[in-house]
């Protein structure tokens, strides 16, 4: 490897030995094509004429007015994954790879995935829990129409994580003419690193909109975090503004006393999950447990290596937002400003409102980080 | 001298077999008779797994296998009891331990207990060369050897690490791939050829052995023993006979022992 690949004390390339020419090759993929101004120039002109960025920035009219809302919603495929998709997808190109895995929760990176596999002209296979597929027909219908293979995983719990254990499986023998386009800013390296750089550009625009808009910089920067792609990609270009606030925003679930929530900076210990040193939440023996969340995109048990970091350094704070707030900002926002978000984002918002209440002078930048369509059945069941 | 270069003495060129049982599978009663089965059978050596929960070095037959023991309640502290009570009953036989590393770094001393429950080698499938020495440095300390991993296209250079921090064998690997899913009787002769050049440990085929015809083409490729996981624990799922499977395949490597 080129790079150490490390953050703080986390991080790293837990992979069976197999993987790991397949994970320098992909480094080597990555650092290359920065240096390639035909790779840059191709993946700025799919980011800006096939996925719509930038994206707006949204100042709140009638929620706390110093809420600015970052409009990842309105990226094509609904939320922010397609940023690093596209750019994942030229990598595999690059590499020479003729077919794409993935793994899914709910499946909007099934679907982001599906949506560059057609566009590039990959066979593509999504790994997705049995018990997500059955939750979540109308994704797996939107993925096949787009040409994409779901294959229900019937292992374990048969949700997220058994989802990346099976894509891991897959490519530990299919490296050769494959590429596992891994959804967030977890895993082993040099995947973190590759979709927090492909995934910057939210923060990147959003710090130069709300200069342009406020005429400064914001007092905090709110997002929610599972993965936490969307976190990190808001975060990385205000870490160095050491008076911006950042906040990451985890699931609390029905509530952090309990075991049902998906909170890894907030009640994990230290581990190895999945290729990554980090948190996890785990028993004394150090099995994963199960994990919860309203959201599904925040039920998943571990957490990307950058955000360890960022929790232990003190640079970036974490809390946590229940089902319950979520819900409520989900439905605030969506009678208040014609927004509907994706549950995920709610956590975030959920937070930014109360932090709104606390300190109305501050101005609050929110990462909504997708739309809501996808939750609207199940909101509906949860408002009746 | 260590159990392993003991048992590689005594075979004098006859290829070790190693049996892999998963440790609490089905439950600890069955798995105790399990491991003194494997021996009565002819192993040579055993190879123990400490289940995990997300085993993704692993197919579905050792996965199935972690996630009964688990269901059965089976802990850390089980698993290294019947290390123990296998080292009891069994002086001379090499235990390596396979298991993932979030299982090791969860216990405090986790290398300490497995050598004084008495196992001899330690592989952590999910900690490639790459990042394995903070944990060999562990293994030294607490007087328990690292066994690594050597497959078809890892690099020379990684062999060369592999020798470096490697003892006991070397867990060699034909085909890309997870446990179980081999067809097998596929051994690349060339591994063999650069494990040795490497100097890294006696290298023994671990993965795609559930068959005599495996264990015969596994040692015509070089290997200096074999280790079967997936055919013996598909068995033991259904009850089928342990030990007369293994004596079928140990019975191999003492028809091999002259052409050496």
Known sequence: MRMNGRFGRFGGCFVPEILVPALEQLEAAFLDAQEDVDFVTELNGLLANYAGRPTPLTRCRNLPVNIYLKREDLLHGGAHKTNQVLGQGLLAKRMGKTRLIAETGAGQHGVATAIVGALLGFETIVYMGAEDVERQQLNVFRMQLMGAKVIPVESGGRTLKDAINEALRDWSASFENTHYLLGTAAGPHPFPTIVRDFQRVIGREARAQMIEQLGRLPDAVVACVGGGSNAIGLFADFIDDTGVRLIGVEAAGRGLDGDDHGATLLRGTHGILHGSETYVLQDADGQVTDTWSVSAGLDYPAVGPQHAHLRDSGRAEYVGATDAEALAAFKELAESEGIICAFESAHALAHALKLAEQEPGSAILVGLSGRGDKDVSQAQALLA | ?260
């Open chain 2, 1 to 260: 001298m260590s159990r392993y270069a003991r048992m590689f003495e005594r075979l004098n060129g006859e290829g070790a077999f190693g049996a892999f049982l998963m440790l609490g599978d089905p439950n600890l009663e069955t798995s105790e008779q399990l491991l003194d089965a494997v021996v009565e059978g002819g192993a040579d050596m055993i190879e123990v797994g400490i289940p995990f929960s997300d085993p993704v070095a692993d197919g579905p037959v050792i996965q199935a296998a972690a996630q009964r023991a688990l269901a059965a309640g089976v802990r850390v502290s089980d698993c290294l009891d019947l290390i123990a009570g296998f080292r009891e009953r069994h002086p001379d036989v090499p235990v390596g331990i396979l298991t993932y590393a979030n299982i090791v770094v969860a216990r405090t001393g986790f290398m300490r207990d497995a050598a004084e429950a008495g196992a001899d080698s330690l592989l952590i499938a999910d900690v490639p060369a790459l990042e394995a020495e903070r944990f060999t440095r562990d293994m030294a300390q607490a007087g328990i050897e690292p066994v690594m991993i050597a497959a078809a296209n890892t690099p020379d250079a990684t062999l060369q690490r592999v020798a470096g921090l490697s003892k006991a064998y070397t867990y060699c690997v034909s085909r890309a791939g997870i446990t179980g899913t081999h067809a097998g009787g596929e051994f690349d002769a060339r591994l063999i050829q650069r494990v040795e050049a490497a100097g890294a440990p006696p290298a023994v085929f671990g993965f795609g052995i559930s068959k005599p015809e495996h264990v015969r083409a596994a040692l015509d490729a070089g290997a200096k023993g074999v280790i079967c996981g997936s055919a013996i624990v598909d068995l033991v799922s259904r009850r089928g006979d342990v030990v007369g499977f293994v004596q079928s395949l140990k019975a191999v490597t003492r028809n091999d022992s002259g052409a050496e």
